[in-house]
């Protein structure tokens, strides 16, 4: 009885620091789920400053709006980086995702481009604007327009919220087409279906586009349309990811992100 006792409290031991050393690992190890560009970028420049911290930093990317929440549900990724405020919001209402907000860290301005048209003045009546089939994306498409004075909205209507009933006034009578993948916005550009076509800016600099050099009007800096980390809410404490946030907020990687790419993806704290 004695020899198993001992046998007993030897296997328990294992155990326990097995499960001490599985928790280390876990809490050491982040994987992120993130747009190509900038997201993933931005990681990869942080990477070194983590492993400092003793944080070793996966990257996963995704090409898509839709993957990246699933892929944290499903608990393959720890946390994800890629949507904007309004975009996170709608996914956590519409598939009732328990996700938190834990960090926002840099806005990228919608842009409106066009192949043919070199001036706000010049866009004609009854243009064609190519915008996503994203209804958290119309409004700001659609406050772009206002900054403008091509349009003009309804009163009080929330820019997250907004949609194209609530155009009250349209002189030029522009026609808005919003059945365009994201993804597909560049090709839309390209193949020139439409005569404006706002398109995001990670999808933009794929192809090469710049926004502020190569946009015929641009969104405002003041836009709520900011990028964030997100996770599941179970892990909103979790050291290594506000760690992660803190290091994306550091001084020397804002500014490296301004610089790199031309003030035309905006750092914020």
């Known amino acids: 009885m004695k020899k198993l006792g001992i046998i007993t409290l030897l296997l328990s031991c294992v155990l326990f620091f097995t499960a001490c050393g599985a928790k280390e690992e876990k809490q050491n190890h982040l994987k992120i789920g993130a747009s190509p560009t900038p997201h993933a ?94 209804p958290s994306e119309w409004g700001r498409v659609l406050n772009i327009f206002v900054q403008n004075k091509l349009i003009t909205m309804k009163e009080g209507i929330a820019i997250d919220k907004a949609s194209f009933e609530d155009i009250v006034d349209n002189p030029k009578e522009l026609v808005f087409e919003h059945s365009v993948d994201p993804t597909l916005l560049t090709s839309a550009y390209e193949n020139k279906e439409g005569d404006l076509v706002a398109i995001n800016s990670n999808f933009a600099y794929e192809k090469g586009l710049n926004p502020v050099k190569d946009s015929l009007m641009i969104e405002n800096e003041d836009s709520p ?15 290594a990811l506000k760690e992660l946030v803190k290091i994306l907020h550091d001084e020397e990687v804002q500014k490296w992100i301004d610089e790199k790419w031309g003030g035309s993806i905006i750092p914020v704290n």
Do not use: C, W
């Open 225 to 239: 349309y900011v990028n964030i980390i997100a996770t599941k809410s179970v892990n909103k404490e979790d050291a």
């Open 41 to 134: 970028e931005i990681l990869e420049h942080i990477k070194p400053k983590l492993k400092e911290k003793g944080i070793e930093l996966e990257i996963v990317k995704f090409d898509d709006y839709v993957l990246p929440n699933k892929a944290l549900e499903n608990g393959d990724i720890d946390a994800n980086y890629f949507s904007t405020v309004p975009y996170f919001n709608l996914q956590k209402e519409e598939n009732n995702y328990d996700f938190e907000n834990v960090g926002a860290i840099h806005l990228e301005p919608m842009g409106i481009y066009s192949q043919e048209i070199t001036s706000v003045e010049d866009i004609p009546d009854k243009a064609r604007v190519i915008v996503s089939n994203v």
